[in-house]
């Protein structure tokens, strides 16, 4: 089995208010800690004091722009040539599920200068449908506003980054809340005259990691089930007119032309 090259650094958030994820954090930081050159989470002021306390506490803002730029400014902090950005809940779920997908994943990020990461329908389909809808439809008409030949799944967010592409990012990001998915879409497209795209199974739906007595309790089917309530979809819906909002200010400030994008098969991870 292949090394994962040590030059990339995990750049993660995390809001976890009731500390559900602390035995998944014990568990599973010491194995990203072995993938990464570091990993840096910025963690949100109402996160639980033992978990934050896991991770080097928490922040003064409780805002997803501020939170997840400086979760990439400390990870440059670290020298790292490349930096990949995830949430923590997502990739605790990932290096514990299918760490194969994930090393390889870091393997071709060392070999890409801009790597988006999306998932493949199927991860995406595990999410509740509220979610998965409306994020369907955004995704699309994001594409199809770039011109680009097929949807891409933009809103995970995860992407690996040469460290000057990060610079470039950080210092074009503007965005204070959930307009920052639309925003990272828009310009993590733009950063690299290529642009690589791969979608990966180990991104499907983490949130049941939170309520894992629930889950097990009435079974997975009927606890996404009740996740559809009309509160759910006004929420999702609000956050879709957030995240097309975000993606058209930054094309604004930043008109690009029509983004090379090369997608790798999704099961390339496999022979990287």
């Known amino acids: 089995m292949s090394r994962v090259p040590p030059e990339i650094a995990l750049a993660a958030t995390l809001h976890d208010p009731p500390g559900a994820l602390a035995g998944a954090i014990a568990e599973g930081l010491p194995r ?14 109402p996160t639980a004091p033992r978990v934050a306390a896991l991770l080097a506490g928490t922040t003064r803002t409780n805002l997803r722009g501020p939170l997840y730029r400086l979760a990439i400014r400390r990870a440059l902090a670290t020298g790292a040539a490349r930096i990949h950005y995830l949430d923590l809940d997502r990739a605790l779920r990932w290096v514990v599920r299918a760490p194969r997908e994930l090393r390889a ?17 199927k991860a995406h389909r595990s999410h509740h449908l509220p979610l998965y809808a409306t994020e369907a439809l955004v995704n699309r008409l994001m594409t199809v506003r770039l011109a680009l030949a097929r949807p891409l799944d933009l809103l995970v967010p995860s992407f690996v980054l040469e460290r000057d592409a990060a610079v470039r990012l950080l210092a074009r990001s503007r965005a204070r809340d959930a307009a920052l998915y639309g925003e990272w879409a ?56 957030d995240f097309l909002a975000g993606f058209e200010r930054a094309l604004g400030r930043t008109p690009a032309a029509r983004p090379a994008v090369r997608t790798l098969a999704p099961r390339a991870w496999r022979y990287a």
């Open 32 to 45: 990203l800690a072995a993938l990464y050159r570091g990993v840096a989470v910025a963690v949100s002021p």
């Open 105 to 121: 994943v870091l393997r071709l990020g060392a070999r890409h200068g801009v790597l988006v990461l999306g998932r493949t329908p």
């Open 186 to 241: 828009a310009l993590v497209l733009g950063l690299a005259p290529e642009v690589t795209y791969l979608e990966c199974r180990g991104l499907d739906w983490e949130t049941p990691d939170r309520h894992r007595r629930a889950v097990r309790r009435i079974g997975l089917p009927a606890w996404r089930r009740r996740q559809e309530t009309p509160a759910e979809w006004g929420r999702r819906v609000a956050m879709a007119a």
